[in-house]
């Protein structure tokens, strides 16, 4: 078995198995070759020629990257996944030269990998590819971890391969379509010539790029946490406290949605300060005092999260103007 299955097969165990690394010299040499490679697929991907381009991952963010490449006029050398059915489905679906579970069909013919796997199994990944490069004419590669840097590839970057990171800002469900990446924003971070270029190919998919910096990613994906992931936690939250009053789910649902869609069409339209409202904008400490008090009775974890997030909104009613005074009674009753 080769490595690169193992690693694709194995990539999340701690004890994953692999063969022996090269002698040094076979890596200089092989990193010259590379960086030439690497010069030239930069310059075609600014001039807008396209790359040769494989995918290894065929879920979410994958499937969503090799739709809207076919799309764009991107022509996919593979398509790697651990599952094959996978794989095979997708690339039949973009018109993909080959697809399954080995390894060997990553071959000469790419210039550029790009790597939509969970983070956990990127390290594994590197290690593997980096046993096969004299095997290959890879020049570039990427992740599309939202969190790590592109120099996880630790390994294909010594061997000379131009390495980064491109993320889109995207929810995509396990469940149902992928969501349209036209208008979308995505996040390049990486070998500063690789990212210069990449920027042509975001704006083929009709994305907009841009650039983040290496040690700012994990603030980066934290921040798209809050604005997206958090949005679930707050409805089931919001939900549990409804069926405390006496209203039933599905009937809880259809009262919030509407109340949602407003808020959020107003924080995005006024912004977070001017779109701030309720009890703390209006400095109604004895109301937020009761919220307290009802959560500690149903859900003490609610409690602890409506009173962090009171205090973050207090600074925004400060910036809309509520008065010092009336805001101290608020943070008394907070803390």
Same mark, same amino acid.
């Given at each position: ?167 889109? +800002?995207?929810?995509?469900? =396990? @469940? *149902?379509?992928?969501?349209?990446? &036209?208008?979308?924003?995505? #996040? %390049?971070?990486?070998? $500063? ?82 779109? +701030?409202?309720?009890?703390? =904008? @209006? *400095?109604?400490?004895?109301?937020? &005092?009761?919220?307290?008090? #009802? %959560?500690?009775?149903? $859900? ?36």
């Amino acid at each position: 078995m080769s490595p690169l299955r193992r690693a694709t097969l194995r990539c999340g165990h701690k004890n994953s198995t692999f063969v022996k690394e090269r002698p040094r010299r076979s890596v200089a040499l092989r990193t010259k070759r590379v960086n030439t490679a690497a010069i030239q697929v930069m310059h075609d991907l600014s001039s807008g020629q396209p790359p040769r381009l494989a995918l290894l991952g065929a879920g979410a963010v994958g499937r969503a990257l090799a739709r809207s490449l076919s799309q764009a006029g991107y022509t996919l050398t593979a398509i790697l996944d651990r599952q094959a059915p996978s794989a095979r489905e997708l690339a039949r679906e973009v018109s993909a030269g080959r697809a399954g579970s080995d390894p060997a069909l990553l071959r000469r013919d790419t210039d550029l990998l790009i790597v939509a796997v969970p983070d956990g199994q990127i390290a594994a990944v590197d290690r593997a590819v980096a046993r096969r490069l004299p095997e290959l004419a890879l020049a570039a590669c990427l992740h599309t971890s939202g969190a790590l840097p592109g120099s996880e590839f630790q390994r294909l970057a010594q061997a000379g391969v131009a390495v980064g990171s491109l993320h889109p +800002l995207q929810t995509f469900p =396990a @469940r *149902g379509p992928s969501p349209a990446l &036209q208008g979308t924003y995505f #996040a %390049l971070e990486g070998d $500063s010539a690789l990212v210069a270029s990449l920027r042509a190919v975001v704006e083929r998919l009709g994305g907009i790029p841009v650039e983040i910096r290496s040690e700012g990613k994990a603030a980066y994906h934290a921040a798209a946490v809050f604005a997206s992931n958090f949005l679930p936690v707050l409805l089931r939250l919001a939900l549990e406290l409804l069926t405390e009053a006496g209203v039933a789910r599905e009937q809880g649902s259809a009262m919030l949605a509407p109340l949602m869609r407003r808020s959020l069409e107003n924080v995005l339209t006024l912004g977070e300060t001017a779109a +701030l409202t309720g009890p703390v =904008a @209006r *400095g109604d400490a004895a109301t937020v &005092q009761r919220h307290r008090e #009802a %959560l500690n009775r149903s $859900s003490p974890a609610g409690e602890a999260l409506y009173r962090m997030l009171s205090l973050k909104a207090l600074e925004l009613a400060l910036e809309q103007g509520l008065d010092s005074a009336r805001a101290d009674l608020v943070q008394e009753v907070l803390t």
